[in-house]
């Protein structure tokens, strides 16, 4: 994301987005070790009972718990970053894998298009102009989503006066 601007104008809002991974790194090596003891022991006791060809889907289902965490945890790395000034809308995403794409608007032309669900509340975000739409925060949950089209709606209203 570039830093500053052209024309030394002020920032109207300036946020980055990423998904929240509520088991942090530290409880995730906890979690691991937990379920790994109590399966190597339940796989001892069947061991020991003589079905030994359980002992090893004990250690199979650790595994794929583990592939699953280290999987999420790499989706995680995705993010947005959003910067807006009275001339410019500047969205960045990067994906999990580091791919970045960008997207520039004139604010004054954006139009900021939100849809709700009764139950969850906002579920979706995306900044429409000249016929090009962009979904912004997917990956957000709905709370997150409406703090964010409040803001962006807040700051684009600013924007065109």
Do not use: C
């Amino acid at each position: 994301m570039r830093e500053g601007n052209d024309f030394d104008e002020p920032t109207l809002f300036a946020a980055k987005l990423a998904p929240h991974r509520s088991l942090a790194p530290a409880g995730f090596i906890a979690l691991m070790a937990v379920l790994g003891g109590v399966s190597f022991m339940a796989g001892i006791a069947f061991l020991m009972m003589g079905a030994w060809p359980v002992f090893g889907f004990f250690g199979l289902d650790v595994a794929l718990v583990w592939w699953a965490f280290r999987a999420n945890y790499r989706a995680a790395r995705a993010f947005e970053e959003i910067s807006m000034t009275p001339n410019l809308l500047l969205v960045r995403q990067v994906s999990a894998r580091g791919k970045a794409r960008e997207a520039s608007f004139n604010p004054r032309w954006v139009r900021l298009e939100t849809t709700r669900d009764d139950i969850s509340g906002v579920t979706r975000v995306a900044l429409v102009s000249h016929g090009v739409s962009l979904v912004i925060g997917a990956f957000l949950p709905p709370l997150y989503k409406e703090e964010i089209a409040n803001s962006l709606a807040a700051a684009l209203a600013t924007a065109k006066r």
